[in-house]
């Protein structure tokens, strides 16, 4: 872990045509954790406010929900089928972490920064101007105060001690809100009288009829244990939440002060800001803590994408319900730039398209778990904006679950043995398949 002061690795030439870019990731932050989503509990007022300057993509999903494979996806804009990156004790091979789209920006003359969680294997050495990342999880108490908000001081201290008129690329990678839920002590009373319902589809909700999971989820997710041990009590429900929306809410404040020391330096109508999450996180849902999963509540972030005012006098703020994968974020990113991505790069830039859905055509997602050495039972999907399709899968057997999203957005009910589905449980398996071969052969 770094924690020190910045390292200057080169000077590139000024280039103030284009805009700066300020990239915030949240860690394992639901869709639907924050104000601006729609949620009446929790309280992210800048957020709020920023998302009303953005485009808010309401679908956004993680391609794959786990931390090490997602942030890969993000920062090459390729799927894990590609980059190869399923566990965390694995890197990104030096071709892929060259076209890393922050190495794109500094080689066209962005001054980068990085602060805060990596978590893609070993740090990438030498490949951003200024380095104050750390490799792992990290710890949220530190002797110089809390994580958050020693990453809010590295992020506005490279603001301050940037080269003047170069475009610089600031990467802000929080730890927030991830296990275990550690708050900033000055949040520790938020929320603390505030009732946080359960979700329609937690097995404890008593408006709920019994939840029935996939056998081999039954069989072999330790996201059930994660329920009993954190969950199953209204006591330990709410306490979980209270601490998830803290630092949640902790986190909203950083994200302030930083764009509070961008506009002290008059730089804030020339900065691009883009904000999501590396995943989101099951909170309960289905009788499951965590994700990897691949039901809604994990693979669905949040996205909102403000250009540079002075670099985009025409955009519109506005909500879009049209399909974002994460795998979009980096070609989008140098799109705000100016520059085309380059062709191995498989996701759209999503402010180019009147949407990311007819960028796709007609074509649903394709998902996978990770590969986790601790986990024995895998899972990819197929989602279109009406259905999902699951396959799980051991070493020896495998199951498959149909979900109606129109008639069941909580995904309860399988329809893959109801045999008027019969024909979409085929048209679906096929296009997953298709899907699959052509993202692993592209």
């Avoid at 789209?101 to 200024?130: E, Q």
């Avoid at 950083?254 to 904000?275: E, M, N, P, W």
């Avoid at 830039?349 to 007609?362: E, F, Q």
Wanted: charged share 20%; net charge positive.
């Amino acid at each position: 872990m770094s924690l020190g002061p910045l390292r200057n690795a080169r000077a590139a030439p000024p280039d103030p045509a284009r805009p700066n870019i300020v990239l915030f990731i949240a860690d394992d932050m639901r869709y639907d954790a924050a104000g601006f989503a729609g949620n009446p509990v929790i309280h992210t007022p800048r957020l709020d406010a920023l998302a009303r300057q953005s485009m808010h993509f309401t679908h956004c999903f993680v391609t794959t929900p786990i931390c090490c494979s997602a942030r890969a996806t993000l920062m090459t804009g390729m799927y894990a089928l590609r980059h190869g990156v399923y566990d965390f004790g694995q890197s990104l091979r030096p071709e892929h972490l060259d076209g890393m789209f922050p190495v794109l920006l500094r080689a066209a003359g962005y001054h980068t920064g990085f602060v805060g969680k990596w978590h893609i294997g070993a740090v990438p050495d030498g490949r951003f101007d200024n380095w104050m990342g750390y490799a792992g999880q990290n710890a949220y108490l530190h002797r110089e105060g809390h994580l958050t908000d020693i990453q809010t001081r590295q992020a506005i201290s490279f603001l301050e001690k940037r080269p003047p008129g170069q475009p610089f690329l600031l990467i802000v990678s929080y730890k927030a809100a991830h296990w275990p839920l550690i708050p900033q002590s000055r949040h520790s009373a938020l929320y603390r009288n505030t009732d946080i319902p359960r979700s329609p589809t937690d097995p404890s909700n008593p408006a709920l009829a019994p939840v029935t999971l996939p056998r081999l989820v039954r069989a072999h997710a330790r996201h059930m244990k994660k329920y009993e041990q954190m969950m199953f009590s209204n006591e330990q429900y709410h306490r979980y939440m209270r601490r998830y929306y803290q630092l949640l809410t902790g986190l909203d404040e950083s994200v302030g002060a930083v764009l509070d020391a961008l506009d002290r330096q008059g730089a804030a109508d020339s900065t691009a800001v883009v904000f999501t999450s590396d995943n989101g996180h099951l909170c309960g849902e289905h009788g499951l803590v965590g994700k990897s999963l691949l039901y809604e509540e994990s693979i669905r972030a949040p996205l909102l994408i403000r250009p540079s005012p002075i670099h985009a006098a025409g955009f519109r703020p506005r909500v879009s319900s049209a399909f974002a994968l994460n795998v979009d974020i980096a070609p989008t990113v140098l799109g705000l730039a100016g520059i085309t991505p380059p062709p191995g790069m498989q996701g759209t830039d999503l402010l180019t398209k009147s949407s990311a859905v007819d960028a796709r055509g007609p074509r649903g997602v394709y998902f996978e778990s990770p590969r986790l050495h601790t986990h024995t039972v895998f899972s990819e999907a197929y989602r279109t904006d009406t259905f999902k399709y699951v396959r799980y899968f051991t070493v020896s057997e495998s199951e498959e679950c149909l979900y109606d999203l129109v008639a069941d957005p909580g995904e309860m009910w399988d329809r893959a043995a109801v045999h008027p589905y019969a024909p979409q449980l085929a048209t679906l398996r096929r296009a997953m398949r298709a899907e699959r071969n052509r993202l692993s052969a592209a």
